[in-house]
């Protein structure tokens, strides 16, 4: 199964990840969120939800927003970690993560 994973930060800035089997192999659901629940502390993500409570998609998103369009650009491999947990956690063929809109698509 392939996996494509798209993170917008506007017009015409696109990240787009093409990912195969091989290249998420060995990554459960499990390890994703870990990874995501670490990046979200670590960039100290704030998700104001009336609840309390932060979804995996809010995760994804903050995560992607906070860390910012030049970490995509200028690190490349935190990059493709970030589109391979997304891919994983979210179990979908397709995700557009949009920051601008703040929006995930599948």
């Not at 995501?36 to 670590?42: S, T």
Request: hydrophobic share 40%.
């Amino acid at each position: 199964m392939h996996q494509n994973v798209i993170v917008s930060f506007g017009k015409d800035k696109d990240f787009e990840f093409k990912l195969t089997s091989a290249d998420i192999a060995g990554l459960s659901a499990d390890d994703a969120r870990e990874w995501f629940d670490r990046e979200f502390q670590e960039l100290e993500c704030d998700v104001p939800t009336p609840m309390g409570k932060v979804l995996l998609v809010d995760r994804i998103l903050s995560v992607a927003r906070y860390s910012g369009e030049q970490r995509f650009r200028d690190h490349p491999d935190w990059a493709k970690q970030f589109a391979r947990n997304a891919a994983v956690m979210t179990g979908r063929e397709v995700v557009h993560v949009d920051v601008e809109k703040y929006t995930v698509d599948y």
